[in-house]
């Protein structure tokens, strides 16, 4: 009989402190100060879209790392690769936008009362934020998980030569 622990590593429940403190120190770096940032983090209107960006990310990281890497990357479809990794990333920022519609609505205020944006448009929005943050948290994780299996930058040419990767 398997220890009751295991679930936690079958399952990669681990990853969720992991996004949580990665997610909270951008909110400490933005914020200025640990306190402020965890008291944004734990009131309204900002709790929800923490939780919309921690989520949504890691799923988002989870599905590149878990699918798209071992399903295209490693098999040497780098240009496919690519292409579904931004796919993703676009859809994720996306998705994360509405989390700041929603914790504003439900505080009864505008996105502009709520966060400071003086443009409420959607995508203006989306490229301010939850772009550039998913871009950031998809490198980390790929470079995470690259470097984790061995590719490391002065590996030089082996390294792609070993992983069967051609470069486009």
């Not at 429940?13 to 100060?33: C, E, K, Q, S």
């Not at 490693?74 to 998705?95: D, R, S």
Request: charged share 15%.
């Amino acid at each position: 009989m398997k220890a009751s622990g295991n679930w936690l590593i079958r399952y990669k429940l681990y990853h969720i402190p992991f996004w949580f403190l990665y997610n909270y120190t951008w909110w400490v770096i933005a914020w200025g100060h640990p306190y402020e940032a965890a008291k944004a983090i734990f009131t309204t209107p900002f709790a929800l879209k923490f939780l919309f960006y921690m989520v949504l990310q890691g799923l988002a990281a989870s599905f590149n790392l878990y699918y798209l890497i071992p399903r295209f990357l490693e098999k040497g479809k780098i240009t496919l690769y690519f292409t579904l990794l931004a796919i993703t990333i676009a859809i994720t920022a996306l998705c994360i936008t509405p989390g700041y519609y929603l914790s504003a609505y439900l505080n009864g205020q505008t996105i502009a009362d709520a966060y400071g944006k003086e443009n409420e448009n959607f995508l203006h929005l989306v490229s301010g934020g939850p772009l550039s943050s998913t871009i950031a948290i998809m490198t980390l994780a790929m470079s995470i998980k690259l470097g984790k299996n061995g590719c490391k930058p002065n590996a030089g040419n082996s390294c792609w030569k070993r992983k069967n990767w051609k470069r486009n």
